[in-house]
């Protein structure tokens, strides 16, 4: 299954609306997670099954979609927030993550 | 607190070997899967492989599964890759992950061990 993330990069400002799509060649009901990952880090996940809220993880972070058409939501982007955000289909072997989408000021 | 620690990392010439290890705590390893994800420098994330709680069953991609051997000790609590047949585009950092239970997301990560695979 091949995951789709648009756009590849993106340009916002604090206090933004940020929105990122995810489409998957195939579909894959609600199996899919969103993670955050900065320079040098490790990804960390914010999302799973598509909109369940990882605990810790800031309410301004929210998932939707299911089937091949998901979104990841931020409803008002902080500074911490500048990142790159990837998603991943755990509905089937292989597992597969998409291109990536980075959050830039 | 669940952590997990990478080591085995290294520059390895092509067509040679390599044993990652992964040590967890903090947590009950065996009620877990365990997975490996790699990433290319400048590059997206890669899923390499994963195995279940008592280790009984793995997984690969059609890339890897010729080439990688994913197992766990869990009496030492540690997951372990072995990747024979290196190549320069097995180069990057590899990543050992938690599994929620149930599901193929990953919820912990370690910080990862790089690997370069050079002449």
């Known amino acids: 299954i091949q995951m789709t993330q648009s756009p590849s990069s993106l340009s916002a400002s604090v206090g933004d609306r940020v929105t990122i799509t995810c489409r998957a060649s195939?579909?894959?009901?609600?199996?899919l997670a969103w993670y955050q990952q900065k320079p040098g880090r490790a990804p960390k996940l914010l999302i799973s099954a598509a909109s369940d809220l990882e605990s810790g993880v800031p309410s301004r972070f929210s998932g939707s979609g299911s089937g091949t058409e998901f979104i990841l939501t931020i409803s008002s982007l902080q500074p911490e927030d500048f990142a790159t955000y990837f998603c991943q289909q755990a509905n089937s072997f292989p597992l597969t993550f998409g291109g990536g989408t980075k959050v830039e000021i | 607190e669940v952590q997990m620690l990478e080591s085995g990392g290294g520059l390895v010439k092509p067509g040679g070997s390599l044993r990652l290890s992964c040590e967890a705590s903090g947590f009950t390893f065996s009620d877990h899967g365990m997975t490996w994800v790699r990433q290319a420098p400048g590059k997206g994330l890669e899923w390499v492989s994963s195995i279940i709680g008592n280790g009984r069953s793995t997984f690969y991609p059609d890339s890897m599964k010729d080439r990688s051997t994913i197992s766990r000790d869990n009496s030492k609590n540690t997951l372990y890759l072995l990747i024979q047949n290196l190549r320069a585009e097995d180069t990057g950092v590899y990543y050992c992950?938690?599994?929620?239970?149930?599901?193929?997301?990953?919820?912990?990560w370690g910080r990862g061990t790089t690997v370069t695979v050079s002449s």
């Open positions: 195939q579909g894959v009901k609600e199996y």
């Open positions: 992950a938690r599994v929620v239970r149930g599901y193929y997301y990953m919820d912990v």
